[in-house]
């Protein structure tokens, strides 16, 4: 869906829709819609109610409800703006105000991992079909889930179909993991300030994570993420020949270039961790 498998955007959508809806079950037009926004406005939210159009809701909001949001911070790149989870103190202002999320808010980073592993593919599903889509895409899902509904025949008893698609779900929260920490511990800025100056910010609200190049396989190439953000029609394969040149333009303009450890879960930990507390001493929480 980034257009560069055959360069061509009708091919690359049909590859999309048979990867997308049928091979993940997933949305693939929505994922779309959500990541072009994330790719432009890299963690970045706005006061400004002119703007909250479909970045925060899906229809369009009313106007009068738009007038009523005047001033409170709204996600633009709704991609990294999760319903159970603040990375960056920003956003807890972004949240609804009911009691659910006072009550998880002050526990998410002991949340994080197991809801990534034990829920992250249910949550995926319910984000991106939540507000319907295209007929192509309903018909994609629909074959997905025939064929997950004949292979559950095949399975001798019902333990053995639970215990197949329980760890089917908890390893793709692998890649639900890759997807978010590349962001995770990065501020979050004005959408009109993160515009500004594209290069910059997208060094400093991304970061990669360190891996030897033989497992770049299982984070989809994803790892190495800088290079991706700026470069995200260059195919991932090159990414490992780019670095070298993007770390030393870094360097020589004064931006960051940050690496996260092989196991990035205590940092993001950490930055869970530090949010709650920081929300919580200015009263937010």
Not at 110 to 118: A, G, I, K
Request: charged residues 15%; proline residues 6%.
């Amino acid at each position: 869906m980034h257009t560069n498998v055959t360069y061509n955007r009708t091919l690359d959508w049909w590859i999309g829709w048979i990867f997308g809806p049928i091979g993940l079950g997933i949305n693939a037009e929505w994922w779309k819609w959500e990541h072009d926004l994330h790719h432009a406005l890299t963690n970045s939210y706005t006061t400004a109610p002119e703007s909250h159009s479909r970045t925060g809701q899906w229809p369009y909001p009313s106007p009068e409800k738009s007038k009523s949001s005047l001033g409170k911070p709204f996600a633009v790149d709704v991609q990294l703006k999760e319903d159970v989870w603040a990375q960056s103190l920003e956003l807890v202002g972004v949240f609804p105000n009911d009691d659910m999320v006072k009550l998880l808010l002050p526990y998410q980073h002991w949340l994080f991992v197991p809801l990534v592993f034990l829920m992250g593919r249910v949550g995926v599903l319910v984000i991106c079909w939540r507000h319907g889509g295209s007929p192509m895409q309903l018909l994609g899902f629909a074959i997905h889930l025939s064929m997950c509904y004949y292979l559950s025949t095949l399975f001798p008893t019902f333990w053995h179909g639970f215990l197949f698609w329980f760890t089917a779900f908890f390893f793709e929260g692998i890649l639900h993991l890759q997807l978010m920490i590349n962001h995770y511990c990065n501020q979050w800025e004005l959408a009109e300030a993160a515009g500004q100056d594209f290069v910059r910010w997208q060094c400093h609200a991304t970061h990669n994570v360190a891996s030897p190049a033989f497992l770049d396989w299982t984070h989809v190439g994803l790892n190495i993420h800088i290079e991706h953000h700026l470069f995200p029609k260059v195919s991932r394969t090159h990414f490992r020949e780019i670095k070298p040149k993007v770390k030393a333009f870094c360097k020589k303009h004064g931006l960051p270039y940050r690496t996260l450890p092989t196991n990035p879960i205590p940092t993001i930990f950490k930055r869970l961790r530090n949010v709650v507390q920081m929300a919580t001493s200015k009263g937010l929480l």
